[in-house]
């Protein structure tokens, strides 16, 4: 019962402070006060030594700072003496004190001060003197004692803002002569002044005062002249007063010809305006009124007639029971008007606003009716309002049909409308066209409403240049593939929580019009069928908010048809969103291609085993969201790449597996990096194994991980050895032949076993040796005889044996007379016993023997190099390739196998040339 009397009295108007108050009566006020420092907070030349139960000023800080702070301590008096060591201080607050004297001296110790802050102390009035502070700025002495009996503002002649609150004085007059010439604002406020004498402010006649803070002072007599000698006055404020309707249109008369431009009348309890309440405000530059808080009920016609050149008009918090043709008459020049909770009718029969009551206010380009009673809205609502640009009906109780029909804002049809805000006003039908007379509008909110119904499109026809789309929060809205047909140039939709229970898996997608969107909204909808080519279009698209769905499906691996990859359509995303979707799994390719991502949110999911290199391609992530899910281990070959560029990472509530494969690179990452990781001590908590359940990852062990460092370079060298024994026994196996046959060759030219330079500078009485199967003979006859007629001659064995020798040494003979040996391959050479074992055996030994590239292959069939190797123990890549001529089945490709057959003959015997 006690705590409303200890409230200031300066506090009691304003209700915030009021609640606060008792809340911190209600728990206990030490809830509510500060913690008490141990030490003073010196940082960038401000010294914090408040809320530290001092009773003198500390003596070891900086002697360079430049502000000081002692609020909300316990001392007594400042002697000048301690504030030697801080001759630089520009800035000194000792608010909330109990100071009763100011040293005569402070002020010539601290020569650069420009603020002191004294209120709530108890100052003695007798005794203070501010003279010697020349440089002061700023002074708040509010709360205190003060009585003024003397001069204590002379000489300030730099002083700007003085606030003199609260201090019950009982007159506005200062001082008997003029000083404080710099001022301009002034706070008489809470006091107890109730007479505003004529030379009350003389001693600012010689000021340029700005602002004038006249809050809860009681006035009851305003004499003439009172504001003569502050004609400078700008801005006059009037809150809380309460001196009556009388009084204010004396007061106004008083400002008659000034140049004031702004007066706040808030909380005056004006229960109605008369149409001679403002009339001295006629001959002034009056731009801006505030009515707020006064529970008007009235306001007579004519009441702001004179006000010409009035733009600002707030009259919020009232209880205005109708808006009348002639109300606004006179404010022509007006741009703004706050109606917020201002009309409360409750008269059935009268409706709120008449039709044609804004027709006076042509130049309106911010109306609000935000919680207003506004009523039924007809066609002549909003007449003559042909340069509003802003119009706010959120909250507002209107008529009782709940529909926008084609005719709800046909007075609107003039005007360059570009904002309306419908939000919260119990909509629940849009008819087709009802926006047609809307051709300017921007940005359209019609949130928090109870739509339900199949958007077909025509209902947001004429709203071509529409950029802002709000529908979040209503009943069931289903959409089709041409719900947006009409609003091509939107950038914003926000659909959550407004398409529960309904589907988007249809062709083509909605928002396929939309390629100018940047931000889309379809989280807490509870979908689950989705079409990939939900997002196909939105090149644009920036922001993402897909959280609270059921698409866990979507991306699973054993989905029907494989995992749905809804977001390779939008290469631009900035922003994603994917929080309480149920997924456990993300696909290989789920976040493929979004390299301009900086936010990635999928907390409160199941994910657990993450594959690698999944976040692989999130080059600019900055903040990654993974809280709440099932993940145990965090490796390299997930994380590396995210985790470059993060500011933000937020993963707790996981359970991880503290051993060293999991999580011994987060924990050497953690310990590095700059990025904000909140709560790391406290949320990330082990799981297994046993010895670490329940403690935080911060305690593991890491040294522990080390002693693996050789068994790792152990199994990368037994690992090497394994491979390159496997590769060579591989080499080998295919490729053995080849090795053995150049070795062959270095060791005959190493050693000086050839003569084939010497060979192939002497002459050979045969071209070419030909071997040849018996059944091949007819082909050799004729198809090769007749090139001897070009200057080539033939080896055959059976025509050029020489006489008298037996076979074998013929053939030998004849092989070392010939410069080539030409062997024309069949099946039928390949199967005869003699040339296996005696013919071709001699011949490979002369050509490695005399270390010649000699040996032409002529394949009359085709065989495999395979079968060539087990019979003629030659390959193919033995020879050059122009060595191997092969036997044309076509008729016109005899002559071109001559030419290459006699190349062939043409070819040095030396290797490798």
């Avoid at 804002?409 to 309306?420: C, N, R, T, Y």
């Amino acid at each position: 019962k006690m705590w409303p009397e200890a409230i200031p009295p300066h506090a009691r108007h304003f209700p915030h402070l009021q609640w606060l108050i008792a809340f911190c009566f209600t728990i206990g006020l030490t809830e509510c006060i500060p913690p008490k420092k141990e030490s003073c907070v010196v940082r960038n030349g401000h010294a914090d030594c408040s809320h530290m139960s001092l009773n003198e000023i500390p003596q070891n800080l900086s002697h360079n700072i430049s502000s000081l702070d002692i609020s909300h301590n316990r001392i007594v008096r400042i002697a000048h003496q301690c504030l030697k060591p801080y001759p630089e201080l520009v800035r000194l607050d000792a608010s909330f004190n109990s100071i009763s004297k100011l040293d005569e001296k402070m002020c010539q110790v601290l020569p650069f001060l420009q603020t002191l802050n004294l209120e709530k102390n108890q100052l003695d009035p007798k005794t203070q003197d501010l003279s010697q502070c020349r440089n002061l700025v700023w002074l708040n002495v509010a709360s205190n004692r003060l009585k003024l009996q003397q001069e204590p503002f002379a000489g300030l002649q730099n002083l700007k803002y003085l606030d003199i609150s609260n201090n019950n004085l009982k007159s506005a007059a200062l001082s008997m002569k003029p000083h404080v010439l710099s001022l301009k604002y002034l706070g008489l406020n809470h006091n107890n002044i109730n007479i505003l004498k004529t030379d009350d402010f003389n001693f600012l006649k010689q000021s340029s005062l700005l602002v004038l803070n006249f809050s809860s002072v009681p006035l009851t007599t305003v004499e003439p002249g009172s504001f003569k000698n502050i004609a400078s006055l700008r801005t006059l404020v009037l809150d809380g007063s309460k001196i009556g309707t009388p009084v204010l249109s004396k007061l106004c008369m008083e400002l008659s010809g000034s140049n004031i431009e702004a007066l706040s009348l808030k909380n005056m309890e004006l229960a109605s305006l008369a149409n001679n309440t403002f009339t001295g405000l006629t001959n002034t530059n009056l731009s801006s009124i505030d009515l707020s808080g006064n529970e008007l009920t009235k306001i007579e016609i004519g009441s702001f007639l004179g006000l010409h050149k009035l733009q600002s008009l707030i009259m919020s918090e009232n209880k205005i029971k109708q808006l009348k043709q002639g109300t606004f008459e006179g404010l022509q020049s007006l741009k703004m008007l706050n109606l917020t909770r201002a009309l409360d009718s409750k008269l059935a029969s009268h409706p709120s606003i008449e039709n044609f009551a804004f027709q006076h206010l042509g130049a309106l380009e911010t109306l609000i009716l935000q919680s207003s009673a506004v009523g039924e809205i007809t066609q002549h609502t909003f007449s003559g309002l042909t340069s509003l640009q802003d119009l706010d009906l959120s909250w507002t109780k209107m008529s009782s049909s709940k529909v926008i029909t084609n005719l709800t804002f046909a007075s609107l049809a003039a005007s360059p409308l570009g904002k309306l805000n419908l939000k919260a006003t119990a909509l629940r039908q849009i008819h087709l066209g009802a926006f047609t007379f809307l051709t300017n509008l921007t940005e359209l909110h019609l949130e928090s409403n109870y739509i339900t119904q199949t958007l077909a499109g025509d209902e947001f026809e004429g709203l071509g240049q529409l950029e802002e789309l709000y529908l979040f929060k209503n009943d069931k809205i289903t959409l089709t593939s041409s719900s947006f047909f009409h609003v091509p140039n939107l950038k914003i939709l926000m659909l959550g929580k407004s398409l529960i229970g309904t589907t988007l898996d249809m062709e083509p997608s909605p928002f396929k019009p939309l390629s100018k969107l940047t931000i889309l909204d379809l989280s807490n909808n509870n979908m689950a069928n989705i079409q990939e080519t939900l997002l196909e279009g939105l090149v644009n698209l920036k922001v993402l908010y897909l959280q609270h769905n059921n698409f866990a499906r979507l991306w699973k691996s054993a989905n029907v048809g494989g995992p749905v990859m809804f977001l390779k359509f939008t290469p631009n995303l900035v922003k994603l969103e994917l929080d309480s979707n149920g997924f456990d799994e993300i696909p290989e390719n789920g976040l493929k291609g979004l390299f301009n991502l900086t936010q990635l949110s999928l907390s409160s999911n199941l994910l657990n085993s993450l594959k690698d290199g999944i976040f692989d391609d999130l080059h600019s992530l900055q903040e990654l969201k993974l809280q709440k899910n099932m993940i145990t281990s965090v490796t390299p070959q997930v994380f590396r790449t995210p985790v470059t560029n993060l500011k933000v990472l937020i993963m707790d509530k996981n359970p991880f597996d503290c051993t060293c494969e999991s999580i011994f690179w987060f924990l050497t990452w953690l310990n590095s990096t700059n990025a904000s990781v909140p709560d790391r001590g406290q949320e990330y908590i082990c799981n297994t194994p046993l010895s670490y359940f329940n403690k935080s990852i911060m305690k593991f062990d890491t040294f522990s991980c080390k002693d693996t460092t050789p068994f790792q370079a152990l199994y990368i060298l037994s690992s090497t050895t394994v491979l390159l024994l496997m590769v060579t026994a591989l080499v080998v196996r295919f490729q053995g032949w080849r090795i053995q046959f150049y070795c062959n060759i270095l060791i005959s030219r190493t050693l000086g076993l050839s003569d084939a330079k010497a060979e192939e500078g002497r002459s050979f009485e045969f071209d070419a040796y030909v071997i040849h199967a018996e059944q091949d003979a007819g082909w050799v006859e004729r198809r090769m005889l007749p090139l001897e007629k070009q200057q080539c001659r033939f080896c055959l064995e059976d025509r050029d044996s020489v006489p008298g020798m037996s076979q074998l040494e013929s053939i030998v003979d004849n092989m070392r007379r010939s410069r080539k040996i030409l062997f024309v391959v069949t099946d039928n050479l390949l199967n005869d016993p003699q040339c296996r074992r005696f013919t071709v055996h001699h011949a490979l030994h002369q050509v490695i023997e005399d270390s010649r590239d000699s040996v032409i292959l002529v394949l009359l069939e085709d065989i495999h190099d395979y079968k060539l190797s087990r019979t003629l123990f030659l390959r193919r890549g033995m020879l050059r390739p122009c060595c191997v001529v092969d036997w044309p089945p076509q008729r016109e490709r005899v002559p071109a196998f001559h030419q290459n057959l006699l190349i062939a003959l043409g070819k040095t015997n030396h290797w490798l040339q």
